[in-house]
């Protein structure tokens, strides 16, 4: 509560005091939190003063009593050389230990130090192992690159069917960029059969959430009739959305057939 100004002033000063009484007696969420205060420092006389081996200590005893993010930080600590001598065999040696507990970020992480061969002999299906029970409990930014490896083959081997899997996988959770690009991806016909009705279903349901390259996309399958009528209307109202969010695509549409209509009205 003194930490974030809770109910009371705000006063780290004050928040190490009780931090402190906490941590002492064992209370893990407090010796994490010590640790965080003591990693980022507090000046002007607040709360510590920046001490990255006190960091180290306190997250290694948060560590030690089994808390996920304790583990971590101390391995993050050791990855990085802060507060002890840079080992990433220990990084890795607590980052398996905070993954192993089911935490998706804490599982990412180990996996690019397998793919990497950072503390560990580099092992690309040690890697996919990892990256997949991270993408698995439904992180729409751990599915989507893993849908980029597989895509790319970094890191697993390359399987674009197994990479479309993973980006449906996103699209299909309401991820408004992940449904214009499983949208894009139809449009073009890249790993699947080109189908312009499936990549107008996924470039609405993007454009709908206010997204401004699915709203562009959008007004490009009304202006050249691609999955639906040839509607240059209800394409100046899509493009129409995505220039007053900045989309530089679409603003050059929008002058392009505005300034067509004029002639058009000149003409006649």
Partial sequence: MYEDGTGVSQDAKEAVYWYLKAAEQGNVDAQYSLGCLYGNGNGNGNGVPQDETESVKWFRRSADQGSAKGQWRLGSMYRDGQGVLQDATEAVNWFRKA????????QWELGKMYRDGQ???QDYAEAENWFRMAAEQGDVDYQ???GMMYEEGEGVPKDYKEAVTWYRKVAEQGNAYGQWWLGKIYEIGKYVPQDDTE????YRKSAEQ??????NSLGSMYEYGKGVLQNP?????????AAEQGNANAQYKLGML????FVLVQRE
């Fill in 233 to 241: 209307k209800e394409a100046v109202n899509w493009y129409r959305k």
């Fill in 199 to 202: 990549a107008i279903k996924w």
């Fill in 144 to 146: 989507f690159e893993l």
């Fill in 99 to 106: 993954a192993k507990q089911g935490y998706s970020h804490y």
């Fill in 210 to 215: 206010g997204y401004a390259d699915g709203q």
């Fill in 258 to 261: 505005t300034a067509s209509h």
């Fill in 119 to 121: 503390g560990v002999p």
